[in-house]
């Protein structure tokens, strides 16, 4: 127990040093040079929340676009900036840069009974920004921001773009929020692959088979597939994971000429996976792609990385 409460403490605490890092994985592989694993996590931590002594919060407005970076904090009854810093993770194609700033009076002015603070920063490497916002010695928000032009470079994105302009649809597939949460994130799941790549067969919406696999996605110029599942909620709901297992052992029987991966991807945080699921999947030889991760590839099929 004093093992667990200490690595939360520590892993939120490295989000409030000057130049930050993002908790224990960040810090092992840009600071130690522990070789990043090919999947999954270095090590396994949660979050604390630090619930703020004042009414302090990064605001919405907070947007990255083309080397720009707007950032916004709101605040209640508290106007001491000497207390309040933002702190940066700028991240590049092929560089992290780490960085502090202070706030002064002219990013500052009232607006009703609270105070709403906007600083501009210039970000030119940049295609995605972890902001912290600090007070004092505590990390009180953070928030990941992505700069949506980026992602255009991609044509398959692009071409998506068309009809969902600001890509909002697809992202509220990706986080379970639609009408029909389950569907719809099979859907957004659909896509994302179609976006990094892959040719996708949808074979979940067929209906006399949706008891079976519900993607199963071709790597081009390859014998590798994935077999994926999908969920809203945990993991391994009515068996989950051993009908999953079960149902890629079958279908490696009749693909002998290929490598089958499974992948069962969750609109859930990792931090709110049951670690009973995330065990059953590690012994099932499962993959577990969580909301940070579906985030992440995101970004990087806008980079076609």
């Known amino acids: 127990m004093i093992c667990y409460i200490g690595i939360n403490l520590l892993d939120w605490q490295l989000r409030s040093l000057e130049f930050p890092y993002d908790g224990l994985d960040d810090l092992l592989i840009s600071f130690l040079e522990v070789p990043k694993p090919s999947w999954g996590r270095v090590i396994e931590s949660s979050l604390v929340e630090v619930i703020a002594p004042i009414r302090l919060r990064l605001g919405d407005g907070c947007k990255l676009y083309k080397g720009k970076l707007d950032i916004y904090v709101e ?46 920063m210039s970000v030119d490497e940049a295609y995605s920004v972890i902001v912290f916002l600090r007070f004092r010695d505590n990390a009180l928000d953070m928030r990941v921001i992505v700069d949506p032009s980026l992602l255009l470079k991609n044509p398959r994105i692009l071409a998506y773009s068309h009809f969902d ?32 790549g892959f040719n996708v067969g949808y074979y979940g919406q067929i209906k006399r088979i949706q008891e079976e696999i519900d993607l ?32 890629v052992k079958e279908l490696q029987e009749r693909l002998v000429k290929f490598s089958t991966i499974p992948l069962i991807f969750t609109a859930l945080e990792r931090a709110k996976i049951s670690k009973s699921d995330l065990k059953k999947a590690k012994d099932e030889r499962i993959g577990v792609v969580a909301a940070e991760e579906v985030q992440r590839l995101l970004e990087m099929a806008g980079q076609q990385r």
């Open 165 to 196: 302009e600001n890509l909002n649809v697809l992202k509220d597939y990706l986080e379970g929020k639609g009408k029909g949460p389950l569907k719809e994130f099979e859907i957004g799941v659909d896509l994302l692959l179609h976006f990094c």
């Open 216 to 247: 199963v996605a071709f790597v081009p110029t390859s014998n590798h597939i994935i077999a994926v599942e999908c969920t809203t909620k945990d993991l391994d709901v009515n068996e989950k994971l051993s009908k999953f297992s079960r149902r």
């Open 75 to 120: 605040a209640v009854s508290y106007e001491k900036l000497d207390d309040i810093t933002i702190g940066l993770i700028e991240i590049g194609n092929n560089s992290q840069r780490r960085s502090s700033h202070v706030l002064t009076k002219t990013d500052c002015k009232k607006v009703e009974n609270r105070f709403i603070i906007h600083k501009k």
